[in-house]
């Protein structure tokens, strides 16, 4: 779960002590968290999500979905005419590298 908070950390340009500051905890409190020696409590990880909406509880807690809840809506380019017929992309797979040279690999469809 430190890799999904240490995401969000570099997703929103911050420092540790500044993602701290923004959900209201000690600074301690994250660098305990990331270096993997506590776990987040339930209230972090709710003091995370509340300050970061857009954040994936799902993602966030299981690691399943992607980081945020945002939803693809096609531009107006993918919609068609009345007159032709209508063209539906979905995704297949996403895939996210880390910055340890490990990834994960995200089957929407499956």
């Not at 993918?78 to 032709?84: A, D, F, I, P």
Request: charged share 25%.
């Amino acid at each position: 779960m430190e890799n999904r908070i240490q995401n969000i950390i570099d997703k929103y340009g911050l420092s540790p002590n500044t993602f701290a500051q923004e959900i209201d905890v000690n600074r301690s409190t994250i660098s305990h968290i990331l270096s993997g020696r506590n776990k987040p409590s339930i209230e972090v990880l709710k003091k995370i999500l509340k300050r970061f909406p857009e954040v994936s509880a799902n993602w966030l807690l299981l690691g399943h979905g992607a980081l945020d809840d945002t939803y693809i809506t096609p531009s107006s380019s993918q919609v068609s005419n009345e007159n032709n017929i209508e063209t539906v992309k979905s995704i297949d797979k996403i895939v996210v590298f880390y910055s340890d040279n490990s990834f994960e690999e995200y089957n929407p469809n499956k």
